[in-house]
């Protein structure tokens, strides 16, 4: 099978596409416009990967993404904007890329006849709950421009399946963490930080609540679904491990033997969403289940950062 892979330089779909090459036979294209958070070093060791091919270009160029993804079955579309508090200062890049370039390769996808195509989405959608879980069939409440780009982007996706009978499958994942994330992400940011002696921001009162996934795990329930999965289906992808901000900010500074000195309360962030919950049954029920047990994910996690300055030291020197 051919996988053609937008933002494949990205965190999550570098990731997916170490996954693919490892455990199929499977050839890869990723398609990346190698924005801030498109790094080539992320796909670092695979130039000599007869089964991968890389193409830089935008997901919003209509000519450029045709060419490219002519002759592949499958397209993963990871390719988006994604830190919600860049959507706050630029909404506008954000709404270009996540809804009109999914528009784009929906299009392009239908139009070449590919076979399948995951649109890889966001818990952020649903917005905030109090308590319990949310299912696929609940209502879309984003709060945050990153979050209605991304919902909004969801709905042109499936569109296509229910207008022109596009293979589309939606995944909508909790927060993830582990190597190659772009440290301007909480996990990532805190770690590098407390690496260096630097203190970490800490938003409002640290009581809000996230589901952590290992990108391992994620990209595993990814690659399921893109298999497995019923066309027109959506799936959330969560681990179970929900903690406070406070609570992840002390396993961090425990990993990197600092104490509590370290944290520096800063101003909350606008739109704070206080709680994330999704319930994964219906993945599980697919055969998926999370491998990594969160402390083991963020001590494995925390060490790769320290055994990889020459990753990221530079980006926070450009940042």
């Known amino acids: 099978m051919r996988a053609f892979v937008t933002g494949g330089a990205g965190f999550i779909g570098s990731n997916y596409v170490r996954h693919v090459l490892a455990t199929t036979d499977d050839e890869v294209t990723v398609y990346d416009a190698l924005t801030y958070a498109g790094n080539p070093a992320n796909l670092a060791g695979l130039d000599t990967e007869p089964r991968f091919r890389f193409v830089r270009g935008d997901v919003t160029d209509r000519s450029a993404v045709s060419s490219a993804m002519a002759g592949h079955d499958v397209v993963v579309h990871f390719a988006a904007e994604t830190h919600v508090d860049r959507s706050i ?14 528009n784009v390769v929906c299009d392009v996808a239908r139009r070449l006849g590919v076979q399948r195509l995951v649109h890889v989405s966001t818990d952020e ?8 879980s949310f299912t696929e069939s609940d209502a879309l409440v984003p709060r945050s421009p990153y979050s209605a780009s991304k919902a909004g982007s969801d709905l042109i996706a499936l569109s296509y399946g229910h207008t022109y009978g596009l293979p589309v499958l939606v995944t909508r994942s909790s927060n993830n963490f582990g190597p190659y994330q772009f440290p301007e992400k909480v996990i990532p940011l805190f770690v590098t930080n407390l690496l260096d002696g630097r203190r970490v921001p800490l938003y409002g009162d640290g009581g809000n609540i996230r589901d952590w996934c290992h990108v391992d795990d994620n990209c595993a329930a990814i690659d399921l679904v893109l298999r497995q999965g019923s066309a027109g289906e959506i799936y959330n992808i969560g681990a179970g491990n929900e903690i406070t901000n406070r609570d992840l900010t002390e396993r961090l500074l425990a990993l990197c033997g600092r104490d509590e000195s370290m944290i520096e309360y800063v101003t909350d962030r606008l739109g704070h969403d206080r709680r994330y919950s999704i319930d994964a049954s219906k993945v599980t029920a697919l055969g998926w289940q999370p491998k990594w047990d969160l402390d083991a994910g963020l001590e494995a996690t925390v060490a790769w950062y320290r055994d990889n300055r020459w990753w990221w030291e530079p980006l926070k020197q450009a940042g």
């Open 89 to 102: 200062v630029s909404p506008d890049e954000f709404v270009h890329t996540n809804c009109g370039g999914t």
């Open 125 to 132: 959608v649903y917005g905030s709950i109090p308590e319990g």
